[in-house]
């Protein structure tokens, strides 16, 4: 009886973090199985771990990103690999046959892949909702319960923190690890104690295992370290406890990314590849970005009321901090500060660089909201407001789970199942394989890559065309993400394009799916799906 008493008082005194956590696993819950066994993000790195479990090697053999979250989806793979051991060692064998590509992965047994990659989603799930725990236990700690609740509900309902826990990427184990790093480093602050210098270790290295900007947070255990001592001494940066957890940091991305000293040239050669990629894209610093142009994927984030609160927030609190010398608040502001001016000031910058910083946005703008409740005459203007900003992460939430449900590429592949033979000819045109539609397994179609590629010659590209004009396949899908305007920096395409959806080549539109109009010419531009049927 007593202890039923212990559980029923532990459950009213956390109601409300309990009921933000399930609303939370509810909505990353939510079609998590979305496009499977069709690959529909990107960045979805399963089929590495895949390709180490057929191979018994444990290099991923790519270092785009580190491999930390390789191997946390491996271990969480080992109870289903088990399983078809002693139930169906048949799919084993069969397996073995193929080199886990995202190619070959569209030949592997559709079960397969569908649970494969949603045990790898489940697993993002789970550190999602751990990181809207932490935001609850930061705010709470530090800043009182009624900010710890409101900022984790906020993490909760965020659009962009939802669609990033929905798929099998880097993006959410990198929040986590960085909030748990800050969260020691707060608790280095308060108490110096050498849990959270190990801890803060631990989590930094972690974070640059999950992704590599996620390294960034290693700088804040020496800024927590000179926060706790109140003084700024040189020979302070020879505190034991600061080197032991430095070399932690070290050790940690080594454990969780060995091969990038065991295999360094593939390690480098890699990293050089993708630093050549980038600059070639213009990832390079632009600072008026950080101010302008990527507010719009902090909108992702926050939601546009929010956003605004944010900003208000930012400004607000950094003169507070001066006026009051609030540590805590002043250590998460300056963490903000400092990681957006250094990622969001990247010319190609997208809501996922800047992801890490949300909890921490959403925790100041509580700090910001409860302070101005303390104000009588401000009282009903900031309720009002807040009641805004969370029905617009709300319903901004739920648009985009109902775009789960609706893809037009599920209805691509309905509309080629009802009008097309199987035997029929199908080519797509995509900028990325993993957009394809839900074309049936059993059709004869292939991807052409030649339209994507910007290093054809001008004979290999009029080549292209001839062929596509004189003995092209029966149908063409044109694959959203194509995204080729009036503008376009390769004319050529735009040209081909024109005259495909003109009848110029022998084809004709027959079906289109995409929500913003028309395409090209009187067109403006491809944002989804079409396809065209050859005309004899």
Known sequence: MQRGNKIKNFFLKNKYIILILLVSLFLNLFEITSGLPYLWHPNEFVRFTLRMGKNFDFNPHWFINPSLPIYLTGIALIPYYLYLVTFNPGLINELISFDMTYDSLYQVPAEFVTITFTIARLLVVVFAVLTVFLT????????????????????????????LAHYATVDIYVIFFSTLCLFSCLEIIKTKKWRYYIL?????????????????VAIFIVLAHFFSINKFKIKNFFDKKLIISGMIVIFSFLIAVPFCILTFDEFSRDLIDDII????????????????????????????????????????????????????????WLYVFSYYMIVGTWFYTTTRFIA?????????????????????????????????????????????????????????????????????????????????????????????????????????????????????????????????????????????????MGGNLNYEIVARFDKHGPILGKYKYLTKHVILKRQE
């Open 277 to 332: 990629t980038r600059e070639q894209w213009g990832w390079r610093p632009m600072v008026y970005r950080a101010w302008f142009t990527n507010m719009h994927y902090l909108a992702k984030l926050t939601g546009g009321p929010l956003l605004l609160l944010s900003i208000f927030a930012f400004f607000y609190l950094f003169y507070k901090n001066i006026t009051d010398k609030n540590k805590f608040s002043l250590f998460l």
């Open 356 to 500: 890490p910083l949300t909890p921490f946005i959403f925790i100041l703008s509580s700090i910001f909201i409860f302070e101005f409740l303390k104000k009588k005459r401000y009282t009903n203007f900031v309720k009002v407001f807040v009641i805004l900003s969370i029905l617009v992460l709300f319903v901004n939430t739920l648009i985009q789970l109902y775009g789960y449900t609706n893809d037009p590429r599920y209805k691509v592949g309905g509309w080629i199942e009802k009008n097309i033979d199987p035997e029929e000819s199908i080519v797509l045109f995509t900028q990325q394989r993993v957009i394809w539609p839900q074309i049936p397994r059993n059709y004869n179609f292939k991807y052409d890559s030649r339209l994507h590629l910007n290093n054809l010659s001008d004979r290999e590209f009029d080549e292209f065309v001839s062929e596509i004009k004189e003995d092209g396949p029966d149908y063409i899908i044109l694959v959203r993400e194509l995204s080729i305007i009036d503008i376009s920096p390769w004319p050529k395409k735009t040209i081909f394009i024109r005259n495909l």
């Open 200 to 216: 803060a270790g631990v989590s930094a290295g972690f974070a640059a295992a999950s992704k590599y900007t996620g390294g960034l």
């Open 136 to 163: 609850y236990l930061i705010g709470k700690k530090y800043f009182g319960k009624k900010v710890g609740i409101l900022s984790s509900l906020f993490l909760a309902l965020s659009p962009g923190f939802v669609n």
